[in-house]
């Protein structure tokens, strides 16, 4: 049966002559051993099952708040789910259920465990490789948790700065006079936000800024979608009908 203090201080010098991927933690009390990664620490600690059974538990845990936290977390949870990379068992569970005293009712836990039997099958050689590859593959799928929390605060942003700006950019798409260096400000300001055909059909739009939506328009959707504007080259009044399909959108987007 492997001795799993044994087997941290063996890890630990395989990782000072850079032979163990990841920095080893050796306890000076409790049994077992930590890795110490970028997500933050796997402990790997012996549990005797209720059952008799006598196991080696690998557990990293992340206390998850609502929020962006909470969804980016659950995607990854979601991606396992799919692609099952991870051998263990990756959740969200109720922090306070989980035993986090100090949690609000809302608050999360992103918990991975992997429980294996040692029972005598498994060499030291065998656990050490297997330790290694399921923490290199939690710390790839984890690798992802900051760059998705980032992203949707971003997104957040972004979403605020909109609803602050959009009711001016209403009032001068409204404007017949609005000309068409504020129609290319207000179209770079709200590119990613479908204003292409509120300022395409403007009636001061000019061909360069007709020419740049439909590049934009390209750009996004792809050749299976056509652009659906017109000739940027044809006379303003040519999109009459358009304008005021455009003009309708907007004075209700206001209310």
């Known amino acids: 049966m492997i001795n ?30 930590h890795l110490s990664l970028p997500i933050g620490r796997i402990d790997v600690f012996p549990h005797h099952h209720h059952d008799g059974e006598n196991l080696i538990v690998m557990r990293w845990t992340r206390l998850i708040t609502p929020g962006n936290q ?26 306070i259920q989980w035993g986090v005293h100090d949690a609000a009712p809302e608050d999360k836990v992103l ?3 992997l429980a294996l039997k040692n ?6 050689g065998e656990l050490a490789s297997a330790i290694e ?14 760059d998705l929390v980032a992203s949707r605060d971003e997104n957040d942003r972004t979403l605020e700065e909109d609803d ?35 300022v395409f059909f403007h009636p001061n739009a000019d061909k360069a800024l007709r020419d740049r939506i439909i590049r ?3 750009s996004a959707a792809g050749m299976d979608r056509p652009q659906p504007y017109g000739d940027p080259a044809a006379r303003s009044d040519t999109f009459s009908d358009q304008r005021r399909e455009s003009v309708s959108y907007l004075r209700s987007s206001l209310d």
């Open 164 to 198: 602050q700006d959009w009711p001016g950019a209403v009032e001068a798409l409204l404007n017949e006079s609005t000309g068409v260096a504020m129609l290319g400000v207000i179209f770079e300001r709200f590119e990613m936000n479908s204003v292409h055909e509120h």
């Open 133 to 146: 590859l399921e923490a290199s593959q939690l710390a790839a799928l984890l690798g992802r948790f900051e």
């Open 111 to 113: 918990q991975y465990q």
């Open 216 to 218: 934009s328009w390209d």
């Open 119 to 124: 029972n005598g099958n498994w060499t030291y």
């Open 4 to 33: 799993l203090d044994k087997l941290g201080i063996a890890l630990w010098g395989a990782w000072q002559v850079d032979r163990f991927s990841h920095a080893i933690e050796v306890p000076p009390v409790e049994e077992g051993f």
């Open 70 to 95: 909470f969804g980016a977390a659950q995607s990854l949870v979601n991606v396992d789910n799919d692609d099952r990379a991870l051998t263990g068992d990756f959740a969200l569970v109720d922090a």
